[in-house]
């Protein structure tokens, strides 16, 4: 079938399905089968790049030029970037369809995709319950077969958690792997785009078009990028996997537990070998992601005044006025208390106590992984606490909220690669086994992923 049979196959989906699952926030369909069309012409024309005519979707937080861009906030509700992010142009050059942008929580802020501006995004596996956030959209529909797969990005798990609880495969990069050019920032030191698929061999695909230096973003790693599909069938004979004693505690549910040293098992049927290791700050990592993340948010959402583009209060009396009233008419209770948080840390007085300390924490927490990583070739453990939790269970408790990103936020802090892939299920619900490896390991990783799928 040619690539506008399969865009239309696709659309004709989102239209069926997405009414319940809110997965897109936009559709762009006309652009979608007119690059269609073009894509089947490359292909007749004896191109050979495994993406062309794929139907694919973007994070609403990648700019992409003439196509609305809204962060899933009333802030940026009708910017139409001029410009095209690194991630989405490298995808247009590997011939992908684009068919829209999908849902997310506002700013990339939150862990259930309740944050979002156009509402919150169903679980395709159970209606009533969150697809995990902040990359819900893209999670729910690479899930429920909208989309081959889409885009995400992980601040501190947005790619891994809702992978999990939407039982498909995500990845986030190394820091750098990936430009953060016309990606949105939530925080700067931690955002990483990466791909969400139905296997660690569709994510392959899209890190070799998506991966590599680019001058348009000075934190871009000079490293040379792999060729990510090149390794995916190499033996796991003697592969060292790190289980970390602190990742099966008492946060973490009991038959999640089971599910996931399940897989473990699985790993040395294949020729791994299994040793206990110990990440000894794990507990530290949500106080401090939840002081720098504020805190470089605080200064990344300050562009959000009403003046050059974005929501502007209606007749404002002064200048002050409108700063005031369209920030706060703009964003979200989530996005500003993180901007309130995030303001209070970096403050007079205040930023040693808090902002500098969350800093030299942090640096213990990457030295951990450095230490565990010297010995083992990757680590493994849970993704998440729990599987897919009831839609309005925590909204209105944060500290739980913000404990279901236990294990993920410390990947961030350190900057190193690591993956969700599906593990099994609990009451019919998905759960992820997360591998974490060392930096610039991604290829490593997705063999390993390979292997058990
Ligand atoms: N859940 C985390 C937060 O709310 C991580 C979000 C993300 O990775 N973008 O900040």
Not at 9 to 25: M, V
Not at 162 to 167: D, K, N
Request: charge should be negative; charged fraction near 20%.
């Amino acid at each position: 079938f040619s690539s506008v049979e399969l865009t239309q196959h696709f659309l004709d989906r989102i239209k069926q399905f997405d009414t319940s699952i809110n997965s897109f926030i936009t559709i762009t369909e006309e652009k979608a089968l007119t690059a269609a069309k073009i894509a089947d012409t490359r292909i007749s024309n004896g191109e050979k790049n495994p993406l062309i005519g794929i139907p694919i979707a973007h994070k609403d937080l990648f700019c992409t030029q003439n196509t609305l861009t809204t962060c899933a906030s009333k802030m940026l509700n009708n910017f139409v970037p001029p410009y095209e992010s690194t991630v989405t142009q490298r995808m247009l050059d590997s011939g992908s369809i684009m068919l829209g942008k999908t849902n997310m929580d506002e700013f990339a802020m939150g862990s259930s995709n309740e944050n979002s501006f156009f509402g919150s995004v169903k679980n395709p596996w159970n209606l009533e319950a969150v697809p995990g956030g902040s990359s819900g959209g893209s999670a729910a529909a690479v899930a429920a077969g909208l989309i081959v797969a889409a885009t995400g990005t992980d601040t501190g798990g947005s790619i891994r958690q809702p992978a999990s609880f939407c039982g498909i495969t995500g990845l986030k990069p190394t820091y750098g792997r990936v430009s953060r050019f016309g990606m949105i920032a939530f925080a700067s030191s931690l955002d990483q785009a990466g791909p969400m698929a139905r296997s660690a061999e569709d994510c392959a695909h899209i890190l070799n078009s998506i991966a590599g230096f680019d001058e348009k973003d000075s934190t871009s790693s000079e490293a040379e990028k792999e060729d990510y599909t090149a390794h995916l069938n190499q033996p796991l004979t003697g592969l060292k996997i790190g289980l970390p004693k602190e990742y099966f505690g008492d946060a973490l549910d009991q038959e999640v537990a089971k599910v996931t040293l399940d897989a473990v098992k699985e790993f040395e049927k294949l020729g791994a070998t299994i040793v206990d290791i110990s990440l000894p700050n794990l507990n530290l990592s949500i106080p401090s992601y939840y002081v720098i993340a504020p805190s470089e948010a605080s200064s990344n959402l300050s562009r959000f005044d009403g003046v050059r583009f974005g929501h502007r209060c209606d007749d404002p009396k002064d200048l002050l006025d409108m700063y005031m009233r369209s920030r706060s008419e703009g964003f979200g209770a989530e996005v500003q208390k993180r901007i309130m948080v995030g303001t209070y840390a970096l403050s007079e007085g205040y930023y040693d106590a808090y902002y500098l300390k969350a800093q030299k924490i942090r640096r213990l927490i990457k030295q951990d992984f450095v230490d565990a990583l010297s010995q083992v070739d990757v680590i493994m453990g849970p993704v998440a606490p729990t599987t897919a939790f009831k839609l309005n269970s925590k909204t209105q408790d944060p500290v739980a909220m913000y404990l279901e990103d236990i294990y993920t936020l410390s990947v961030n802090l350190a900057g190193i690669p690591a993956m969700s892939i599906p593990a099994g299920f609990i009451d019919k619900m998905p759960v992820g086994l997360q591998i974490m490896g060392n930096y610039f390991a991604e290829a490593k990783l997705l063999n390993v992923a390979h292997q058990f799928q």
